[in-house]
């Protein structure tokens, strides 16, 4: 290579660095086992980068803005500029932790030549973010998904801020199959929350206000754990297990609640398509599903009626649930049919308190196309008590598995 060749790719790399830094340094400082980079304020645009083994290269030139870092040197510690960094895609390979200032998304969706994902992470790494993540795209519709690849691991430390845009229908997807995220930090101004996956719900404030969160969304199994003292999960809906499965090949979500707070406004669902096995299991914290007009509950199986190859298991074993109904089957005599299908209240332990001031339905109710033979109600512990008078003409099994009720 020619002296002149070398002197322009050193100058067309210098370009690059201070591109990426908002004219800014971008300082990049290697050891034997680390590698330090120091992200500029400024807009990452214009240019798609990637970091790969030691060196910037400009590999996408023309290409939609996408920062991707690929390396092959981990850890790496990424230091944000306090004035922050934005993207507008992110794609990353290996083991990395984010420090410093916040991260913006600024994809526009529906844009040319960008798909949904503002951030992927590729499989087998180790992703952790200790900065705030924020979104501001424009007003167009679609969905941010952060999409975690197979045995990887996510973890976001600060949370952030996922605001739907004006006259935009846009939901936040964590798609996460056979790989771990874990939450924590305060996430505001979410549309619609749903994941896929292993997600650890722990010291974070997630609201999706009125809106709804999906659990096992995506294909692929989800468990999701609320597993910290001070972890509240919120919206208007939680759904445990939206969309079909397959047959002989069934969805399976889990919502596992060994502390904090979920609260749904309106309606907690359990299993809601065909093929589909959902559970919520309830150890400790409280599960709380009585809006503000008295008259919500919790489904088990959609409440039209209609299952198909489903079951719907809600477990209380420590504890407090509150709710003003719980439906077996169907929420009306009319529902429709139901085929092989079951729904079961199993109760060893905590406490169950039903009813409202508002509604006069019973407080556990057999849909008109649920047997009675496939909606059980178990006890065999704990406490059922209620929040006024109810009434139920659904048969009950004392078990005594976990003592007296």
């Known amino acids: ?25 971008v300082t990049v400082s290697a050891q034997t086992t680390n590698i330090w980079i120091t992200i500029g304020d400024g807009v990452w645009d214009n240019v798609a980068t990637n970091w790969s083994s030691g060196a910037w290269v400009d590999s996408q030139v023309g290409a939609p803005d996408v920062a991707k870092f690929i390396d092959m040197q981990t850890p790496v510690a990424i230091q944000v500029a306090p004035a922050g960094a934005r993207f507008q895609s992110l794609d990353l390979t290996g083991a990395y932790i984010f420090n410093g200032g916040p991260l913006q998304w600024t994809m526009s969706h529906g844009e040319a030549g960008f798909s949904n994902n503002v951030l992927n992470i590729g499989g087998t790494s180790s992703v952790t973010f200790n900065t705030a993540l924020s979104y501001s795209g424009t007003s167009v519709n679609g969905n941010q998904r952060f999409v975690v690849g197979v045995d990887s691991t996510l973890i976001i430390n600060k949370g952030g801020a996922f605001h739907k845009p004006d ?20 996430f505001t101004g979410v549309n619609q929350f749903q994941v896929t996956g292993t997600i650890n719900h722990g010291a974070a404030f997630l609201s999706a206000g009125n809106n709804e969160v999906r659990i096992g969304n995506s294909s692929g199994n ?46 907690l669902h ?70 092989n299908a079951t729904a079961t209240l199993r109760l060893t332990g905590g406490a169950l308190y039903l009813g409202n001031n508002v509604t006069t339905k019973e407080v556990f109710f057999l849909g008109g196309g ?36």
Request: aromatic residues 4%; charged residues 10%.
């Open 167 to 186: 006259n935009g229908t846009q939901d936040w997807y964590v798609i996460a199959n056979n790989a771990t995220v874990n939450l924590s930090g305060t």
């Open 370 to 405: 649920m047997s009675a033979a496939d909606a059980r109600i178990e006890l065999g512990g704990g406490t059922v008590g209620g929040i006024n008078h109810w009434s139920t003409s659904m048969g009950m099994t004392l078990t005594g598995s976990g003592g007296d009720v």
């Open 270 to 339: 359990v299993s809601r398509a065909a093929n589909t096995n959902a559970a919520v299991s309830v150890s400790g914290g409280l599960l709380r599903v009585v809006g503000s007009n008295g008259g919500n509950g919790i489904h088990l199986l959609q409440s039209g009626g209609g299952a198909v190859n489903q079951s719907a298991l809600l477990a209380i074993n420590g504890g407090t649930v509150t709710t003003s109904f719980i439906d077996f089957g169907g929420n009306t005599a009319s529902a429709a049919a139901n085929t």
């Open 222 to 267: 989800t468990v999701y754990n609320v597993n910290h003292a001070d972890a509240w999960l919120r919206g208007g809906e939680i759904t445990i297990v939206q969309n079909a499965g397959n047959v002989g090949a069934p969805r399976t979500a889990a919502l596992n609640i060994s502390s904090g707070t979920v609260h749904a406004e309106w309606h």
């Open 1 to 25: 290579m020619s002296n002149q060749m070398k002197t322009n790719r050193i100058v067309k790399r210098a370009a690059l660095l201070l591109a990426l830094s908002g004219m800014a340094a």
